[in-house]
C-alpha cells in the first residue's frame, strides 16, 4: 500500500496534477505570544550591511521556506501568491526582519518590514518566533530571488532562495490564472489594404490584451507598434498593417499581465518566395547581393537562364550557403545571368537583368511530398 501511495504521488507531482493551497486573505502571522506589524520596506540604505555584534549568532534567522498559494475572488478571479516562511530568534541588536522578493526576469523587487514584539496578554514560550508572509503576488511561471534578513541589515546573517512558481502546465494554475488563459486566434488578410484582421476567443474577460506583430528571428522583434485591446473590444475584430507577408512574420497576443504567456502564429512561414526579391546590384562596383529580410537555410548559386528553354543551368563555383546574406563580386550585368534559390520546399530562380525587372522571369520547383511538381512561368518576348 505504501509502494502505491509512493507512485502515485510521484504521477501527481510528475505531470502537473497537484492543487496549489488556498488562501483567502494575504497577511502574515506570527508565533503564539507574539505581535507581528508589517509595513512597506522602501530604504534603500539597508541593502548596505555592518558588522554584527560579537553576541548575535548568525543563525539569528533560519529556516526559510517557500511556496505557491493561491487567493480566488468569486471563485474564478484568482491569483498567485508567495507563501514565506521563516524562524527568527529574538535579539535586542535586531528591531525588524525585512523579507523581499526579486523577479528575475524583470529586475522588480517587493519588500515589506516585519517588527515583532511580545504579546503582553499572551505568555511566549522562548525567544523563538516563527513568520509567515504570503502576501507577494507572483505570475505563472516566474522565477524569483527571495530575502530575508535583520533591520539593521547585519553582514553575513541573511537567508536566501531561488523559486520557481508554478506554471501554466500545472493543471489548477492553467485553470484559474487569467495569465494562462492565452485563448485562440483567428485571422483574415486583406491584401487591398495591407492589413490581418485578427479575432481573439476563449479569453479571460476581465483582462486586457497586447497584439503585435513581429519578426520571428531568435526572438520576435517588434513590426510597428504594439496594440493594448480593452476587455470589452476583445469581441471586436483588430487590424494590424503589414507591408510583406514574409515566412518570419507572426502574430501574437498576450493578457495585459506581467509575465504571461504569449499565443504566438505565424502563418505564413511557408510563403518563402517573398525572400528572393531583395536582390541588389551595384553597377559601379560589379556587386549583386542578396539579403534575406528573415533567416532561411538556403543555397544560392548564380546560373545562365538558356535560349532555347527556361532552364537555368548553374555557373561554376557560384554556390553559396548562408542564412541571411550572400555577396558575388565582379559581376557583369547579362540579361540571361539569374540567381537560384534552393530550399528544402524547391528552387526558384530570379533574373535582376532582364528588360522590365526582376519579375518576368520565374522558374519554380515545388515538392509535394514524393512527387515534384513543375511550375513554369515565362513573360517577355
Known sequence: ?????????????TYGFQLIP???????????????????????????????????SHAVLRSMKLWTAMKC??????????????????????????????????????????????????????????????????????????????????CGVQLNQEYYVEDCSNSDVGKHIPSCFAGKLAYEVDRAKH????????VAQSVDYYVRLCHKRFVCEDVGLVSLIHRNDLVKSISLPF????????????????????????????????????????AVTQTLTWEAACPIHVNVSLCRLMKTSDQCVDLMNSSKTAPEKVKYSRVDAHPRLCMKFTTKRGSWVKCPFT???????????LCIDEETLMNRTFQGP
Not at 492589413?195 to 481573439?200: K, Q
Open 1 to 13: 500500500m505504501i509502494i502505491k501511495l509512493q507512485i502515485f504521488a510521484m504521477l501527481w507531482g
Open 22 to 56: 488556498r488562501i483567502e486573505e494575504c497577511g502574515l502571522t506570527c508565533s503564539k505570544g507574539f505581535l507581528c506589524k508589517t509595513q512597506i520596506s522602501s530604504d534603500i540604505f539597508n541593502s548596505f550591511c555592518q558588522p554584527a555584534p560579537v553576541s548575535l
Open 73 to 154: 475572488t468569486d471563485g474564478h478571479r484568482c491569483s498567485l501568491h508567495l507563501r514565506i516562511k521563516g524562524t527568527l530568534h529574538l535579539h535586542e541588536n535586531v528591531r525588524r526582519v525585512e523579507i523581499c522578493s526579486l523577479s528575475v526576469s524583470t529586475q522588480k523587487s517587493q519588500c515589506v518590514s516585519v517588527k515583532v514584539s511580545r504579546n503582553t496578554h499572551v505568555k511566549p514560550t522562548g525567544k523563538k518566533v516563527k513568520l509567515q508572509f504570503n502576501c507577494f503576488e507572483v505570475s505563472a511561471g516566474q522565477h524569483v530571488y527571495v530575502t530575508m534578513r535583520t533591520i539593521p541589515n547585519y
Open 195 to 202: 492589413t490581418i484582421l485578427l479575432n481573439i476567443s476563449n
Open 243 to 282: 507591408t510583406q507577408l514574409l515566412p518570419c512574420l507572426c502574430i501574437e497576443a498576450w493578457p495585459a499581465i506581467p509575465d504571461a504567456r504569449r499565443l504566438q502564429m505565424c502563418p505564413f512561414k511557408n510563403n518563402t518566395k517573398a525572400l528572393w526579391d531583395d536582390i541588389i546590384y551595384n
Open 355 to 365: 528588360r522590365g525587372n526582376a519579375q518576368e522571369r520565374r522558374v519554380s520547383i
